[in-house]
């Protein structure tokens, strides 16, 4: 199999608070995971790449000191959404490629948050 | 530039009726794969299908069809007698073929089938 698990699922945060959001593959090793984010009744934007050991890619207009993300081993990547507003309130789906993986990505079962 | 689109933003059927699901894809790259997904209530993309570039052959599986065709970059699914369960947004993605590239989803279509 190839199973992507996040943690939380759903997390409510105030104003200003920063926010973890996990990303585990459990039954492989993962040299690439993506992070996405997807706002109400919208479709699925990428937000970064990373590399197991290196620095994360973002996508433009995404800001990287807003939205830091840490690939520290291939089954774990965390994002931080830092000084959280009410406008990052939103679904945030991560998915991973596995070592030697060309195409396929296996997405997590995605994290809601939302910012009082 | 790779981009999908899903022209129809939302769609309306009555349970058995048959759907089809529009995708529409641009690419440059000769070698690239194509997907959908299934996104319910619960918000878990759920894979449905994966199609490579060289493989145009039509596929079926249960209820469900997809069909490729590369002459006018379409890669459309349609649920047959379709169900109250059925009901969900589905994706189509682009992913192309070069190592660490990311997917390329569509707009979405969301799908209601009324009992």
């Known amino acids: 199999g190839a199973v992507v698990s996040q943690h939380p699922s759903r997390v409510i945060c105030k104003s200003g608070t920063s926010v973890k959001i996990e990303c585990r593959s459990l039954?492989?090793?993962?040299?690439?995971m993506f992070w996405y984010r997807q706002f109400p009744k919208q479709s699925l934007m990428l937000m970064a790449t990373?590399?197991?050991?290196?620095?994360?890619?973002?996508e433009q207009g995404v800001e990287k000191d807003k939205f830091l993300i840490n690939h520290a081993s291939l089954t774990l990547s965390t994002l931080t959404v830092t000084s959280a507003h009410p406008e990052d309130s939103s679904f945030y789906i991560c998915?991973?490629?596995?070592?030697?993986?060309?195409?396929?990505?296996?997405f997590g079962p995605g994290t809601r948050l939302t910012v009082t | 530039a790779q981009k999908v689109t899903q022209a129809q933003t939302e769609i309306s059927v009555v349970e058995k009726e048959d759907v089809t699901l529009d995708c529409v894809y641009e690419?440059?790259?000769?070698?690239?794969?194509l997907f959908w997904y299934k996104q319910p209530p619960s918000g878990e993309l759920v894979f449905l299908i994966r199609?490579?570039?060289?493989?145009?052959q039509n596929e079926i599986s249960g209820r469900y069809s997809w069909n490729f065709q590369k002459s006018t970059s379409s890669f459309n699914f349609t649920i047959t007698a379709s169900q109250v369960v059925d009901s969900a947004v589905y994706f189509c993605?682009?992913?192309?073929?070069?190592?660490?590239?990311?997917?390329?989803f569509g707009p979405g279509t969301r799908l209601s089938v009324l009992p």
């Open positions: 998915s991973a490629r596995k070592r030697g993986g060309l195409y396929e990505q296996y």
């Open positions: 039954d492989f090793q993962a040299t690439t």
């Open positions: 990373s590399n197991e050991g290196s620095k994360a890619t973002y």
């Open positions: 690419t440059r790259d000769t070698t690239y794969y």
């Open positions: 199609r490579n570039s060289f493989d145009e």
């Open positions: 993605a682009l992913s192309g073929n070069n190592y660490g590239q990311n997917f390329v």
